[in-house]
């Protein structure tokens, strides 16, 4: 855009004249030439144009030269605009100090010479140029920061939609941490964390107030022989419907938390009568009670309820839920399916079992645990075809104890592998011992009872590492499993048991048929050796159906290409139906009691002497 001049006079031949210098001056391209021949077209050309410059006559009809500068000087529009008087009078002193108190920026004598007014007018050209190039550059500020101010709304509003994203998906994380922090994810109860936090908080709310509370401890019947003949996921539908149901039996006010696996707890605050945690309880079980529906599988199971009052069962968080969980495996061993409070003699076997267990650990840090060992003997020829260990222990405050007295306990206490780990490497000792000694028969094996805890345990490790260590063969040693220990998980033990078998040691299934295993889970394992149970045994010659029983149990093991071993025989009545039967071994008090290992080498000694 190039610089305007405006040029005005009323004497068309002058104006043309000083057009005509403008015109064709060296540097005539730089600026455009706009003329007017009176004031007011000089003002209107102001209102359209922005001047440079403004060459004004100052002799002119209706509105001279000085009107005309000090109109176009008293707008804002063109306040700034520098205006050059041109007069034909050339010693007028006093229309020049008019002009210059008019706002003229000079002042010209017509005839105007052409190298003054190119000089001056190349003043006001460059001036102009550089408010061109200043406005210019303004408005491309003007621009420029426009558009940064939209790009930096624009990133602004980036930044805080990414802010508000942020914020909100910290919030949802801080919502899930305190989700997974506080709630059980599988069934969306409480967890041990909250319950204990929420317990606590009743504790003291309840003393303040006089208040009376009850805690429900529930524990689902047979949960674990329904998640592993079912699989694990029909067990979590299981508890989350069970989770449904409780939550649908209690009181709007109740708190329902799960501990974890099938133990859940139910807080009741503020109790009208401790009647009403029995009530509350008896809802609980009436519901559970109805038949579960797990996809095409309907299954029944049952709660068992301990309950444990505040104040009198405990006054902290810890003594209440011991309490509760005390009363509760109460229950289960009186009868599943049943509610018990808790009482001072259920406090009394839990310190017991503390007490158990530390004396269980005495026990084996002070070798407090022997061997007794049992005959074995083959029907057919009457020889000893082998012993089974039976631990005793030398209590020193309650005297000799049979496993059955304690082995319960150590399950209890968690023990079990420990002290299996003893009698095994017991066990291979005493075979060693015996080959060393020149026994009657050094061959024959030692059966040693395998507990749950040891089949999940490197029980294939731990017996190839103690055949090692005595130097004696793996047929020295045989194991015997309950059934019941067989079907709780069949995969695992027959994957275990096909190890161990592999190695040279024989297996037999201890007190068969009370257990429930099928035909084709026998076929399965790798087992050498049925011992019948007991129980059979008692009535043989007395009892049909025992007789039939056993019958069975041998025929079946024919067909299986197993041995038999009755178990428990105590007359000759017994031991001649056996025979009868076909039973390959038997064992029990009709030929020796559980001996020590010296009794037991000296009464095989004798006999074979006899």
Known sequence: MKPKILLVNDHPPSLLALKALLVNAPQAAEYEVITATSGAEALRAVLDHHFAVIFLDVSMPGMDGFETAQTIHSHPRSASVPIIFITAYYADEMNRL????????????????????????????????????LQYQKE?????????????????????????????ERRQAEARAHDLATRDPLTGLMNRRSLTERLEHAIAMANRYGQRLALLFLDLDRFKSINDSLGHDAGDELLRQVSERIGGAVRESDIVARLGGDEFVVLMEALPSYAAAAEVARKIIATIDVPFHLGSQTIKTSASVGISLFPQDGNTMQTLMRSADLAMYHAKQEQRGTIQFFHEDLNARMLERCRMEQELQQALDNDEFELYYQPKIEARTGRVAGVEALLRWHHPRLGLLSGGQFIPAASETGMLVSIGEWVIAAACAQARRWRDQGLPTPSIPIAVNVAIPQIYADLPDILHRELRRQQVPPSSIQLEITESLVITDTEKATSVLREISESGITIAIDDFGTGYSSLSILKTLPIDILKIDQSFVRDLG??????????????????????????????????????????DEHQGYYYSKPLPAGELVQTLMQRSLA
């Open 140 to 168: 491309e500020l003007a621009l420029m920061n426009r558009d940064l101010q939209v790009q930096q709304m624009r990133d602004l509003k980036r930044i805080n939609a990414a802010l508000e994203t942020e914020i909100l």
């Open 542 to 583: 007395k009892n049909p159906s025992d007789t039939a029983i056993v019958a069975a149990i041998v025929n079946m093991a024919r067909a299986l290409a197993l041995r038999v071993v009755a178990e428990g025989v105590e007359t000759r009545e017994q031991l001649a139906v056996l025979h009868d039967l076909g039973c």
């Open 98 to 133: 008019r002009g210059y108190q008019h706002g003229a920026a000079d002042y010209l004598i017509s005839p105007v010479i052409p190298q003054i007014l190119y000089s001056k007018l190349a003043v006001f050209i460059e001036l102009a140029k550089k408010n061109l190039q």
